[in-house]
């Protein structure tokens, strides 16, 4: 098996390199279609599957549905009420961020939740987090899901923070938004690796 391009053989015999290439943010979610609670389980438990340095296990989630998407959108209002920006957000941009969480079944907070093992180093920590996101996404992509990822300036937020009930230990990493996808995802692109790999011999 020899590295080509994509489209090589590799990418259509391998299914994890296919899941990769092919797995894309979702345009749009049906908000209204379901997730099931198990299938939501199943997406988690890939990602603590990610691989973390002396085993710290670094990660927490905080899953959103019903009318508590309702109450994440009322805090998100008022953290970006509450920020100095200048200029200010107009009501429009308020309105729809505050409609936001509604636009998905389930939303997923995925928070870094440093380990206090003496071992643990922050950095470490929170690339094992962006580890357990991918693991997410791919997880969702193969039951036919889709995902959006927010995050933004208010997601880091006082209000935010204290809606998730975050320590001040923990980050969050990103808002994972899961569907079921409408409509078609934009194709991917990347630039490719010329110019970013140094290979030493």
């Not at 957000?89 to 380990?115: D, F, K």
């Not at 997880?139 to 997601?155: C, D, E, P, Q, R």
Request: hydrophobic share 40%; aromatic share 6%.
């Amino acid at each position: 098996m020899t590295f080509e391009g994509s489209g090589s053989v590799l990418e259509d015999s391998n299914e994890v390199i296919r899941a990769i290439r092919t797995r894309r943010s979702a345009a749009k979610l049906s908000a209204e279609r379901p997730v099931s609670r198990e299938t939501v389980e199943l997406v988690l438990d890939a990602a603590i599957w990610a691989p973390n340095h002396h085993l710290t296990e670094p990660w927490r989630f905080v899953v959103i549905t019903g009318d508590e998407r309702r109450r994440f959108g009322e805090a998100v209002e008022d953290a970006i009420l509450s920020t100095s920006a200048d200029p200010a957000p107009s009501p429009e941009m308020v309105a729809r961020e505050r409609m936001r969480p509604l636009t998905a079944p389930v939303v997923i907070a995925v928070v870094c939740s440093p380990n206090e093992d003496e071992r643990a180093i922050p950095q470490e920590e929170l690339v094992a987090c962006g580890g357990a996101l991918q693991n997410m996404l791919l997880a969702a992509h193969s039951f036919g899901l889709g995902t959006k990822i927010k995050t933004g300036a208010y997601s880091y937020s006082l209000v935010v923070r204290n809606f998730l009930k975050m320590k001040d230990s923990e980050s969050l990493i990103a808002f994972v938004y899961l569907g079921f996808p409408e409509g078609e995802a934009r194709p991917g692109k990347r630039v490719g690796l010329e110019g970013k790999v140094d290979w030493r011999s």
